[in-house]
């Protein structure tokens, strides 16, 4: 069965800082990976996403991440947090083989210090 | 476009109220998805639908009833509102073609 951990439910970083959230996924085949954002009293938003090929990818608003097939990890970085980046991030997996339904990891608000 | 809508915005129901939880998208999704999200849990899926006049059962349906009767709307039934109900309520669908799912700006529901 496939899963996501996204460790610490709470990430605090100083505004320019360096932002690392960390997820690992567990799965038997190549997933499909995801970084969803929902900012306060909205809906999901996609930030980016791996399916095949160059195993860093680039997102909206700054953020990338890079697939690490040995380590099983998603992580999601910044070089330089903003205070608008204050939101919760969700770390997805989909295969292709079942209808690209998500597993959700429980999310990482991530607050940002002035 | 829109985009997903859903509504209502906020509700409170009473222990065994019914309601239902309106989900629209005008992208001629074939794909819909009804979620849950509680705190500190991520999402849980509560059912989802391939097309119209399909649906299945995703992670968590019980206490919860689907249909999808056209393309662009895909209403979500409480029958018997508990406690446990209580939640943020999320729609999403999706292009056949494509893997990225899009979604509403939910519906937080509280059963008292």
């Known amino acids: 069965a496939q899963s996501v951990t996204q460790l610490g439910s709470h990430v605090s970083v100083s505004e320019g800082a360096l932002v690392l959230l960390r997820c690992n996924y567990s799965s038997s085949v190549p997933p499909y990976l995801f970084w969803y954002v929902q900012y306060p009293n909205q809906g999901l938003q996609l930030l980016l996403k791996y399916t095949t090929g160059a195993t860093l990818v680039k997102g909206i608003n700054g953020f990338e991440a890079e697939f690490k097939k040995s380590e099983t990890s998603f992580h999601l970085t910044k070089p330089s947090a903003h205070m608008s980046d204050a939101a919760e991030y969700f770390c997805?997996?989909?295969?292709?083989?079942?209808?690209?339904?998500?597993?959700w990891g429980a999310g990482t608000k991530l607050i940002i210090k002035p | 476009n829109a985009g997903v809508t859903q509504t209502p915005k906020f509700r409170i129901l009473k222990i065994g109220q019914s309601m239902t939880l309106q989900c629209a998208q005008d992208m001629n999704h074939n794909y819909m998805y009804w979620y849950r999200q509680d705190p500190g849990m991520g999402l849980k899926l509560i059912y989802y639908?391939?097309?119209?006049?399909?649906?299945d059962k995703g992670e968590v349906p019980n206490g919860y009833n689907v249909s999808r009767s056209t393309t662009e709307d895909f209403p979500l039934r409480l029958e018997l509102a508990a406690p446990s109900q209580t939640s943020v309520y999320f729609c999403?669908?999706?292009?056949?073609?494509?893997?990225?799912?899009?979604f509403g700006p939910g519906t937080r529901l509280t059963v008292l």
């Open positions: 999403a669908s999706r292009a056949g073609s494509t893997d990225t799912q899009y």
């Open positions: 639908s391939v097309g119209a006049g399909i649906t």
């Open positions: 997805a997996v989909s295969r292709m083989d079942s209808n690209y339904q998500l597993i």
